[in-house]
């Protein structure tokens, strides 16, 4: 059981917007930055969002996230097949004095 | 380039150890915290642990505490996990990763495979 909440498969289709809810509690995302991880089949994770809403460089502006309060949501716009992936919510927890991360959201673009 | 690459992994018997690697290039190590992930067959992923850029603090997740040990050498630019007492959960694939100072993982390396079995 994750310290973070995701829903375990989300599904849109190709062109439209999909959103991704990781929920916490106080001790982890409310006190703390969130970031998102995509992970394609076989490969190791890649950073899409840092510090709630900021992108790297290499990541495209379809990609967003926001954060309020014990939650964080990471939004795709203009889906694409190539973003079917495992999606992964982590922050840090000033309870546990750890990093968390979500059980993690597999995407289907239909 | 920032390049992470661990080694180490390999299949090992319950009650064992093994210690595993990484080796960083590309960017001045001693300057960030790094973190070891890990990720079960089939499984998400799992924070492990994380030390600070000069070695003086270091954190766990509960189901390592007492049997893992995160270090890391800054002049050879490596980070290190030694893992005692094994157990068959502990089957994983082990990440290192650049911590940004801010609960981010910017940069990640592609694993090495840690398999707990007799």
């Known amino acids: 059981q994750s310290v973070l909440t995701q829903p375990p498969s989300v599904s849109a289709a190709p062109g439209q917007r999909v959103t991704i809810s990781c929920s916490g509690s106080s001790s982890n995302i409310g006190s703390n930055y969130v970031s998102w991880y995509q992970q394609l089949p076989g490969t190791a994770p890649k950073l899409l969002i840092y510090?709630?809403?900021k992108r790297p460089s290499w990541i495209p502006d379809r990609f967003s996230g926001s954060k309020s309060g014990t939650s964080a949501t990471l939004g795709i716009t203009g889906l694409q097949t190539g973003d079917e992936a495992d999606y992964y919510c982590?922050?840090?927890?000033?309870?546990?004095?750890?990093?968390?991360f979500g059980g993690g959201t597999k995407l289907t673009v239909l | 380039e920032v390049q992470l690459v661990e080694s180490g992994g390999g299949l090992v018997q319950p009650g064992g150890s093994l210690r595993l690697s990484c080796a960083a290039s590309g960017f001045t190590f001693s300057n960030y915290w790094m973190t070891w992930a890990r990720q079960a067959p089939g499984k998400g992923l799992e924070w492990v642990a994380n030390i600070k850029p000069d070695g003086s603090e270091t954190y766990y997740v509960d189901s390592v505490k007492g049997r893992f040990t995160i270090s890391r050498d800054n002049a050879k630019s490596s980070l290190y996990l030694q893992m005692n007492s094994l157990r068959a959960e502990d089957t994983a694939l082990y990440y290192c990763?650049?911590?940004?100072?801010?609960?981010?993982?910017?940069?990640w390396g592609q694993g090495t495979l840690v398999t707990v079995s007799s």
């Open positions: 982590g922050t840090g927890d000033s309870s546990l004095s750890a990093g968390v």
């Open positions: 510090e709630n809403n």
């Open positions: 990763a650049r911590d940004h100072g801010s609960n981010s993982f910017h940069y």
